[in-house]
């Protein structure tokens, strides 16, 4: 059984004129019905443009946002519309690592109650005490147990990024998303973050759901990669198979942008036209069709669905093909 299994996830934000009354027009899709599924020990990784829609996935998957439809199961429960203290359990089991390391932690509070936080939510009391267990978790992620009593800044920003993964894996939950953990960091302390990441993943079996525009970091964390735009799933696939033979436009492109030791090695660079459609008003049939070089009047009148090319790689185009783009 899946750990984690989304089905036709959608997340739609309503939309507001000037003096605040809610529109009753076409709503923002910032997510349009993605689906996958999440093994035990498995990292997915969830790749696309700023504004495709992955970091909202992210925070509906854990129920940080209303989902607008479809669900969302975990270890073959629907959480989707669960709330009070079955929403309070749930997140002993599923947490998250977020994107600004200083915006996420309250600077009113010390380092040591910030990481107590999810003992204390959950009336948890471990054995020797919280303090103890705090202490215990900072020597894990590589800070000083003595900094216990310090605030967020007087850490630097791969500091505060440990003191975040510290509080994630409190409560040791089976689920972490990661919503870009390392795209505010120095590049040096991206590995060291990204490398703990690893050994946590390894002692405790936990999952990860990881968000990035970095391919490079997406590479070398996933086990499995998915590609979104515009809140659509494009392909999803193994990581080395989509790497080495993306067989959507959109994938392509990404990939030929990726920088390479050999940047005089002979590749075809994809170079994609126009800007990011708007959400709101996303274009028809395919919301890539717009910027692909091989769109032609099907792509406008039909919606391509995820067909499975290969076991494992789906991929939602009328026109799969291999180019040598790597």
């Known amino acids: 059984m899946s750990l984690l299994r989304v089905t036709d996830l959608k ?32 990292t997915l990784g969830l790749v696309g443009e700023s504004g495709c829609g992955k970091s909202t996935a992210g925070r509906t998957i854990l129920r940080l946002l209303e989902p607008t439809a479809g669900t969302i199961e975990f270890e073959g429960r629907d959480v989707t519309k669960i709330g009070g203290e079955d929403l309070r359990k749930l997140r002993r089991e599923v947490q998250m690592v977020f994107q600004d390391p200083y915006g996420s932690l309250n600077p009113r509070h010390p380092v040591g109650a910030i990481i107590a936080a999810p ?33 967020p800044h007087e850490f630097s920003g791969g500091q505060r990024q440990r003191i975040g993964v510290a509080r994630a894996i409190a409560l040791k939950p089976k689920l972490v998303v990661c919503d870009e953990p390392v795209s505010a960091l120095d590049v040096s302390i991206q590995a060291q973050v990204i490398n703990l990441l690893e050994d ?11 968000i990035a525009h970095d391919l490079s970091v997406v590479r070398h964390i996933s086990d499995r990669v998915m590609v979104m735009y515009l809140g659509k799933m494009m392909e999803l696939a193994d990581r080395d198979r989509l790497y080495e033979r993306p067989m959507h436009p959109y994938t392509q492109a990404l990939m030929s942008a990726v920088p390479v030791p050999e940047p005089r090695r002979n590749r075809e660079r994809i170079l994609l036209t126009g800007d990011l459609p708007s959400p709101q008003n996303p274009p028809s049939g395919c919301v890539f069709r717009t910027r692909c070089p091989i769109a032609v009047e099907r792509c406008a009148a039909e919606i391509p669905l995820p067909v499975e090319i290969e076991p494992g790689h789906l991929v939602a185009c009328h026109f799969p093909a291999v180019r040598n783009v790597l």
Do not use: C, W
Not at 13 to 26: A, S, V
Not at 30 to 35: M, N, P, T
């Open 11 to 42: 997340k739609h934000f309503p939309t507001y004129n000037q003096k605040l009354i809610r529109h009753e027009g076409d709503p923002i899709k910032a997510v349009d019905g993605i689906s996958f599924s999440l093994e035990p020990g498995e």
């Open 119 to 151: 003992f204390q939510i959950q009336r948890i009391t471990p054995e020797g005490g919280v303090k103890k267990a705090v202490q215990e978790l900072m020597e894990r992620v590589g800070l000083n147990p003595e900094h216990y009593n310090r605030y």
């Open 200 to 210: 946590i993943q390894a002692e405790q079996n936990l999952a990860y759901v990881f």
